[in-house]
């Protein structure tokens, strides 16, 4: 198998190291950081909001004309859970997201891969993704449309672009702040272009990648709303479109609560992963 060339050590800048690299150790990780666990106080803000919201209903100082109380919504969603409607909006909803994700963050990671270990990958995937990255995604979409039409191709389209953007540029920025030496240690010992991608790249680019992966679940979900309410016919955005046409405003407080908590579930579980794995990563360094 063909070793590294040299082109892959211009690539790469000066900054943090991967967590084990040709039987180097990692420096001890501060107590406060990505890698630990999840402080219990992510919940306190959410809890505010709703203690607000009940407070505020309670009080008459919220008109339940413009947002319903918390216990009508907590009806609301009983009743359409009970005839069956949330969960099947719901399930194509989490489909859509999760399909889009996926393959999202597979293209932003590799594009990453080919823009931070070659020049000529940099010029050829660097400059596309930084004028994608300056349209926002709705200016795409009667594009997307017309080309494709307003089926769910469309949609995961829409989503999986969104999601790369994040994906590329923090595993990119990553990439190319692995410490030269040892990209030139790597070279020394003659390790091949996997072995270098499996032991120092990616090592060293996964901090940046779980960064890019807790805003691309957030920006997957933003991207769902937008296109859940162009011409579908299910999902939670479609529900909410059928209940502004009939000023159901407490259905569209449910879609709005559901899609929330989605997103902050979504960000919880990404940062359980992410402690897993840089703990994992901290390990093989020791």
């Excluded at 039987?23 to 607000?52: S, Y």
């Excluded at 997307?144 to 389209?157: A, R």
């Excluded at 672009?161 to 994906?167: D, F, G, H, L, Q």
């Amino acid at each position: 198998m063909a070793t590294l060339d040299a082109g892959v050590l211009s690539r790469l800048g000066r900054g943090s190291a991967p967590a084990r690299v040709l039987g180097k150790r990692k420096p001890a990780r501060p107590r406060l950081g990505p890698g630990h666990p999840i402080p219990f106080g992510v919940a306190i803000g959410p809890t505010l909001l709703i203690v607000a919201w009940v407070l505020g209903s309670a009080s008459g100082t919220l008109d339940p004309e413009t947002l319903p109380a918390p216990w009508t919504v907590a009806e609301t969603a009983g009743d359409l859970i009970s005839d069956g409607r949330l969960q099947s909006n719901l399930l194509t909803s989490v489909q859509r997201a999760g399909i889009g994700l996926g393959i999202g963050v597979v293209v932003g990671l590799v594009l990453a891969l080919i823009a931070g270990l070659s020049r000529i990958g940099e010029a050829l995937v660097d400059g596309p993704i930084q004028i994608k990255r300056a349209i926002p995604t709705l200016a795409l979409i009667p594009l997307f449309i017309v080309w494709f039409g307003i089926g769910e191709e469309m949609k995961l389209l829409v989503i999986s672009t969104s999601v790369a953007i994040p994906i590329y540029l923090n595993t990119h920025a990553h990439l190319r702040s692995v410490d030269a030496r040892y990209v030139e240690l790597a070279q020394t010992v003659g390790l091949s272009r996997l072995a270098f991608i499996r032991r120092v790249a990616l090592p060293g680019a996964l901090p940046g990648f779980f960064t890019g992966l807790r805003l691309a679940v957030t920006i997957s979900w933003l991207a769902l709303v937008v296109v859940e309410q162009v011409n579908a016919t299910s999902g939670i955005g479609y529900l909410m479109t059928q209940a502004r046409t009939y000023g159901q405003i407490d259905v569209i407080v449910v879609g709005l609560v559901i899609y929330g908590l989605l997103g902050l579930f979504g960000d919880l579980a990404v940062r359980a992963v992410e402690r897993k794995a840089l703990s994992w990563r901290q390990t093989l360094g020791d």
